[in-house]
């Protein structure tokens, strides 16, 4: 079996190294993250004001390091930190 990164809905984040050895998971926000990978720079106002609307938890976070993006094979991909107590919330 060949292991395959992808960022399809419902698949787990590949895992990556930061620049600070900490792997990206351990990084990630309560709730969701935008990833803005490779030094990727987006207006992240509009997917604020949405979250807040829905009163769930949205968090931006900038990995500049270039593989991560060939990694993920995407500049922009949203995440969530998924465990039992996060899977029993509804926003």
């Known amino acids: ?3 395959v990164p992808t960022t399809w809905p419902g698949a787990r984040l590949p895992h990556a190294w930061l620049d600070d050895s900490t792997a990206l998971q351990d990084r990630l926000g309560d709730g969701y993250t935008l990833l803005c990978l490779g030094g990727t720079r987006t207006e992240t106002a509009p997917l604020e004001r949405a979250f807040a609307a829905l009163k769930a938890p949205f968090s931006a976070m900038t990995v500049s390091d270039p593989r991560h993006a060939y ?3 995407v500049a922009l991909t949203l995440g969530r930190l998924w465990s039992r107590e996060t ?3 509804t926003f």
């Open 71 to 73: 990694t993920y094979r």
């Open 1 to 3: 079996m060949d292991y």
């Open 87 to 89: 899977a029993a919330t």
